[in-house]
C-alpha cells in the first residue's frame, strides 16, 4: 500500500512514453555469484518515524501543548485519494503530528481554493501543505498555480517553484521532494558512497528524476540523465553505479540493462495481471525485479521500497518545518537589522531629520520582531495594527523587563519625555542588541495644530514616518469619537423619546413586531436580568414591568456625558443642545470635551481584550436617574454598537523609530481626568515578544506625580504587571524654573537664567527632582534619573544636579545627548537601565482597593505631592458618599490636578509641603474602573493660541510633502 503513494503523488509525470521507443533487449544479464542486498524501504522508513516521534515528543516538552502541524488539502472525494490520505493522516498521528484532511466540494472555484490556501498559510498552528492531485473539481483549475500558491516555507512536498530552483542551485535549505529525497536516503542506507560515482536517472519528471538528478549531483555524483530520446540508453545504464529509475513502463529495465554490482532504485509502480493473486493483480516496478537481483549489489523492492520513504520524508519535511517555528518562537535574539543615521551639525528641525531617514517596509520590521504575517494588518507599507491573537500564539513566553518613563514637575515646553523614550529604545535595540519596544500613546490633534506640536520624540530620537504618527495613524482617535457622540445622542434621545411617550407606548417601540414577531435583543435580556425580571415573552410582562424595562428616568442634571472633538475648540466648552423646534423645547446645558478625554479613551487604553473592552463599555455610568441609580451605557442598549466602532481600534499599531526599532503606539487618555498611559494590549504584546531578556518602555504623562502614579496604582493594577525600574526624565532648565527662575512661556525667547550657568538656581530648584525620586521609591522601583543635555547646559550644572539624585537615593543619574546623537547618545543611559532592571523587582502599590475612597486620595496627596492633607468641598463629600452607596467605593483614584506643580495651583513651583489640597468635585468613570478627583478646574477642551500652528502648517501640492508640521 505504501508504494501505491508513489504513484498516487502524480501518475502521469513517470510516463514519458510508451516505451516503444525505447526497445526491449533480449540479452541475458551478466549473472553474479550472489543476489542483490534488499534495500527495504519499509524499514528505513519505520527508523525514520520513530526518530522524528522522539523529535516531536522533545518539541513538546520544550513548549507546551506545541504540536507540528500537517493540513492535507483535497478537492472532490475521489477514493483512491481518500487511501492516501487515510495513510499519511495514519504516519502522521503516530509520530506527533496533527495532521488534518481539509476536504473541498468539488464545486471550489480556482479562486476559492487559493483563499484556503492562503488561510492556511497564515496560520501558525500550521507547518505544512500539501495538496492532494489529481484536483477532483467541477471547475478549470490550474494544478501548477496551486501547488505554487503554498507558501515555500510550508510547501513540504516539496514541489513549490521557489524550492525547485534552490535544489537547483544548490541550496538544500529548503524542502526537497520527498520521493527523490527518500530515494537518495536509500542510496546512503546501502552503504555505497555516492561521492564520485556514476548516476545514471531514468526519467525525468518534475516530482522524481529531475530532482533526483540535483540531489545526486549535489551529493557529488556524475550524473547521466535519460528519457524516452536517449540514444544507447541501455549502454548508458549499463554504466551506472547508482541507477535510479522512474520511467512508469512496468518492468523495462532488465537485468541487462545494470552493471553487475550496482545499486538500483525502482520508484516505478505499475499493476499487472497475475491470475495466482486472489486480486488477480500484482504491483511491479520499472525494473525486472527477478532478472535485476541477479545482477545488482543492491536493489528496492516494490512494493515495500521507495513508498514508504516518500511518506516517510513527507512527515520530515512536517517536522522540519515545526522546528524552524519552534525555533523563531523560542529566539531569545530578534534578526532586528536597525537603520544607521548621518548625524547633521547644527541639528536640523525635526521634520528635516525624519524626512532624511527612509523607513523599513513595516511588514519586514514584523518579520523581524517574531509576528507572524497573518497576524499583522498593513496600513501602506510603513505603519501596521498586530492582531490580539498573538496573545494567544505567545501565551506560554516569559515577558521582558517593564520600564515606565516619567518625568519632573515640566515647564510649559516640555522636558523631552518622548523623546528621551525614543533615545533610550534606540540605544537598548539598535546599540545594545537588546529586544526592545517602545510603546507610546497616540498623540491628539489638539496640541498638534496648537502650540505643543505632535508627540513623536524629536532630534534623533523619534518615531516615524512622524506626519503619520501625528495626524491620523489608524483612525483609532476617530473612533473613539465615533462610539463617544453614539452614545451621547443616544442618551438625548432616550430622554426625548421618554418625556413624549407613555409607557406602553415606549415599551411597544422598543419591542416592535418584526414579521408578525415580537421578541427582546440580547441587551434588552440584560436589562430585564438587571431588573430582576425573569420573563423573556415580551407580551407576558405586566404594566408595571412595561414602565420598569422602557423608562430610564434620567435626571438631566446628572448627565456626565459630553460629545467630543478632537481638536481645540474653546467655544465648545460649554453649549446649548436641543434647540431645535422638533426637540419640543427639551434642551439643556453641556458641553464637549477633546476626544481624548472620554472615558472610552481610558477603557480603550485599560481593556485586556474584546471581551473586557465590551463588559468596560457597558459599566459606562453616563448619568443617575431620578431615583439615585446609575445609568449605564448598557441600560441605552448601546453597548454593542460601541464595541463594533471599537473593534479595530483595539489592536495597537506598529511604527517604527529613526533607528529602525519597533515602536507601539496605542491609545492616548488625557494624563489629568484619565490615566495618561499607553494601553496595556500594547504593553503585553511589547512584553511577550520581546521575551526575558528584552525591554518595554513606556512613557506616564505629566510629572511622576501624575502620570507614573496613575501608571502605577490604576494601570498596572489592572493588568498584573510590576515595572522593573523608572527612568526619570529631568532638565536643568526646569531645575532653575523650580529654583525661582523667571517664567517659561511656550513661544516667547528664554531668560538668560536659562542659558547662562546659574549653580544657585540649580541649587534651590532640586527639592521638585528629588520628590520625584522619591516618589519611585515609594512605589519600590529603582529610578534612573536622565538628564536631557540641552545646548545651554553647562557640566558644573549636570554635576549637582547627578550628585543631588544619588544622594537622594537615585539608582543611577546620567547625563544623555540623544536629542543630538539618537541612539549612540543614550547607551549610558541604557545600561544604567539594564543594571537597574536586573534587580529584584520590589514594586509595590501605594494603596489598597478596600481603603475609603478619601483615605486614598490623602494617601497618593501626602505621598505623591508633599500634602499635608485633601479637603473636600461640601459639594465632592456628598458626591463622595454617593458613589460609596452606589458600590465604588473600591475603585482606585484618578487624581485630576494641574500638571505644572505639585499644588493645585500651577503657579507654585518647586515642592512646597504640608500644604491642603482641595478637591472641588468626583465622579466616577465606571467602565474606566476608577474615580475621578478634581483638584481645581482642569479644562478638557483646550483652546487654540492666538497664533496656532496651523499657521505654519501646508500641504506642498507639487511634492505631496506635508510642510511645517514641526
Given amino acids: 500500500m505504501a508504494s501505491k503513494f508513489v504513484y498516487q503523488l502524480e501518475p502521469e509525470e513517470f510516463i514519458l512514453g510508451d516505451g516503444s521507443d525505447l526497445g526491449e533487449r533480449s540479452e541475458k544479464p551478466a549473472i553474479r555469484m550472489s543476489e542483490a542486498k534488499i534495500i527495504s524501504g519499509t524499514a528505513v522508513a519505520k527508523f525514520i518515524r520513530e526518530s522524528l516521534r522522539s523529535e516531536v515528543a522533545a518539541m513538546a516538552s520544550q513548549s507546551k501543548g506545541f504540536a507540528p502541524g500537517l493540513r492535507i488539502v ?75 500558491a503554498v507558501s515555500p516555507e510550508k510547501d513540504v512536498d516539496g514541489l513549490h517553484t ?72 541501455e549502454e548508458i545504464t549499463r554504466s551506472a553505479d547508482i541507477l535510479v529509475v522512474g520511467i512508469g513502463v ?27 493473486k486472489a486480486s488477480g493483480t500484482r504491483l511491479v516496478g520499472d525494473v525486472d525485479y527477478e532478472q535485476a537481483r541477479l545482477v ?46 548621518k548625524l547633521q551639525r547644527p541639528v536640523p528641525s525635526d521634520i528635516e531629520i525624519a524626512r532624511a531617514q527612509k523607513p523599513k517596509d513595516i511588514a519586514l520590521l514584523a518579520k523581524e520582531i517574531g509576528l507572524e504575517p497573518r497576524e499583522v494588518s498593513l496600513y501602506g507599507n510603513k505603519k501596521a495594527k498586530i492582531s490580539l491573537s498573538v496573545l494567544e500564539r505567545l501565551k506560554n513566553n516569559e515577558v521582558g523587563n517593564y520600564v515606565v518613563v516619567a518625568g519632573m514637575t515640566p515647564t510649559p515646553l516640555g522636558e523631552g519625555k518622548t523623546t528621551t523614550l525614543m533615545g533610550l529604545v534606540q540605544a537598548l535595540g539598535a546599540h545594545k542588541r537588546r529586544n526592545t519596544m517602545a ?24 518615531v516615524i514616518p512622524m506626519e503619520e504618527f501625528n495626524l491620523h495613524l489608524t483612525g483609532d482617535i476617530h473612533a473613539v469619537s465615533a462610539a463617544n457622540n453614539l452614545l451621547a445622542a443616544q442618551l438625548d434621545t432616550r430622554i426625548f423619546h421618554e418625556s413624549t411617550q407613555k409607557d406602553k407606548a415606549l415599551y411597544d417601540r422598543l419591542v416592535p413586531k418584526v414579521k408578525g414577531e415580537r421578541k427582546f435583543s440580547a441587551i434588552q435580556l440584560r436589562r430585564l436580568k438587571k431588573l430582576g425580571i425573569t420573563k423573556t ?62 472615558e472610552i479613551m481610558a477603557v480603550l487604553a485599560l481593556s485586556r481584550c474584546l471581551e473586557d473592552m465590551k463588559r468596560r463599555l457597558a459599566d459606562m455610568v453616563v448619568a443617575f436617574s431620578k431615583s ?90 489592572t493588568s498584573g504587571r510590576k515595572p522593573n525600574a523608572m527612568v526619570l526624565v529631568a532638565t536643568v532648565r526646569a531645575i532653575k524654573m523650580h529654583g525661582g527662575g523667571a517664567p517659561v512661556t511656550a513661544g516667547a525667547p528664554l531668560n538668560k537664567q536659562y542659558t547662562e550657568e546659574n549653580l544657585e538656581l540649580v ?91 478619601v483615605e486614598k486620595m490623602n494617601k497618593i496627596a501626602t505621598t505623591m505631592y508633599g500634602a499635608g492633607q485633601v479637603k473636600l468641598s461640601p459639594s465632592a463629600e456628598e458626591k463622595v458618599k454617593r458613589l460609596t452607596e452606589a458600590g465604588f467605593g473600591n475603585l482606585p483614584i484618578c487624581m485630576s490636578k494641574v500638571s505644572g506643580s505639585f499644588t493645585g495651583d500651577a503657579k507654585i513651583k518647586g515642592a512646597p509641603r504640608d500644604f491642603t489640597l482641595d478637591i472641588e468635585d468626583v465622579y466616577v468613570s465606571a467602565g474606566a474602573g476608577f474615580v475621578v478627583a478634581m483638584c481645581g478646574e482642569v479644562t478638557k477642551m483646550p483652546g487654540l493660541p492666538t497664533r496656532p500652528a496651523i499657521y505654519d502648517i501646508d500641504l506642498n501640492t507639487e511634492t505631496g510633502q506635508i510642510e511645517g508640521l514641526f
Fill in 74 to 148: 483535497q478537492v472532490g472525494g475521489r477514493e483512491d485519494s481518500n487511501v492516501y490520505i487515510r495513510m499519511k493522516i495514519k504516519a502522521a498521528t503516530e509520530i506527533g503530528i496533527n495532521a488534518v484532511h481539509v476536504q473541498l466540494p468539488r464545486s471550489i472555484t480556482e479562486v476559492e481554493l487559493l483563499d484556503k490556501i492562503s488561510d492556511l498559510n497564515d496560520d501558525p498552528q500550521v507547518h505544512g501543505i500539501i495538496v492532494q492531485m489529481p484536483l477532483d473539481s467541477e471547475a478549470s483549475i490550474d494544478s501548477h498555480r496551486i501547488t505554487d
Fill in 162 to 233: 521557489v524550492n525547485e530552483g534552490r535544489l537547483a542551485i544548490g541550496d538544500l535549505g529548503g524542502f526537497l521532494p520527498c520521493t527523490p529525497w527518500g530515494c537518495l536516503e536509500l542510496i546512503r542506507r546501502s552503504g555505497v558512497e555516492i561521492a564520485g560515482a556514476r548516476a545514471v536517472v531514468l526519467g525525468r519528471s518534475k516530482i522524481v528524476g529531475t530532482p533526483a538528478a540535483e540531489l545526486l549531483k549535489w551529493a557529488n555524483a556524475t550524473v547521466t540523465v535519460c528519457h524516452s530520446k536517449t540514444r544507447n540508453l
Fill in 250 to 276: 512496468a518492468e523495462m529495465v532488465k537485468g541487462s540493462w545494470i552493471k553487475p554490482g550496482a545499486v538500483v532504485i525502482d520508484c516505478g509502480i505499475n499493476v499487472k495481471p497475475d491470475s495466482t
Fill in 296 to 341: 545488482a549489489g543492491h536493489i528496492t523492492p516494490v512494493p515495500g521500497g521507495v513508498g514508504p520513504m516518500t511518506v516517510a520524508m513527507l512527515m520530515k519535511n512536517t517536522v522540519t518545518s515545526a522546528s524552524r517555528s519552534l525555533e523563531r518562537l523560542s529566539r531569545t535574539l530578534w534578526s532586528l537589522q536597525p537603520l544607521p543615521l
Fill in 439 to 462: 510603546a507610546l500613546r497616540q498623540p491628539s490633534q489638539g496640541p498638534t495644530f496648537g502650540i505643543k506640536g505632535g508627540a513623536a520624540g524629536g532630534g534623533y530620537s523619534q
Fill in 537 to 598: 415573552d415580551p407580551d407576558s410582562l405586566t404594566e408595571e414591568e412595561y414602565g420598569a424595562f422602557a423608562r430610564l428616568d434620567i435626571d438631566p442634571d446628572t448627565i456626565m456625558w459630553e460629545r467630543v472633538v478632537d481638536i481645540n475648540d474653546r467655544y465648545l466648552r460649554s453649549v446649548t443642545v436641543g434647540q431645535s423646534p422638533t426637540e419640543k423645547g427639551i434642551s439643556r446645558g453641556t458641553s464637549f470635551s477633546i476626544s481624548v478625554a472620554s
Fill in 628 to 717: 439615585g441609580q446609575p445609568v449605564t451605557a448598557d441600560d441605552l442598549g448601546v453597548t454593542g454598537a460601541l464595541a463594533v466602532l471599537l473593534k479595530d481600534a483595539l489592536e495597537p499599531n506598529l511604527m517604527q523609530s529613526l533607528e529602525g526599532t519597533p515602536v507601539l503606539v496605542h491609545a492616548g487618555p488625557f494624563a489629568n481626568i484619565a490615566h495618561g498611559c499607553n494601553s496595556i494590549i500594547a504593553d503585553e504584546i511589547g512584553l511577550k515578544l520581546v521575551g526575558k531578556d528584552g525591554f518595554v518602555c513606556t512613557e506616564a504623562g505629566f510629572g511622576s506625580d501624575i502620570g507614573m502614579e496613575k501608571f502605577c496604582n490604576i494601570k498596572c493594577r
Fill in 763 to 853: 541649587q534651590k530648584g532640586l527639592p521638585n527632582l528629588l520628590q520625584h525620586i522619591s516618589n519611585g521609591k515609594a512605589f519600590g522601583m529603582p529610578v534612573v534619573v536622565c538628564i536631557n543635555a540641552h545646548g545651554a547646559d553647562t557640566s558644573a550644572e549636570h554635576e549637582l544636579v547627578k550628585k543631588a539624585a544619588l544622594e537622594a537615593g537615585a539608582f543611577a543619574a546620567v547625563v544623555s545627548t540623544h536629542w543630538a546623537d539618537g541612539g549612540a547618545g543614550a547607551v549610558e543611559l541604557a545600561e544604567a537601565v539594564i543594571k537597574a532592571s536586573s534587580l529584584g523587582n520590589q514594586f509595590r502599590l501605594l494603596y489598597e482597593l478596600e481603603l475609603p475612597l
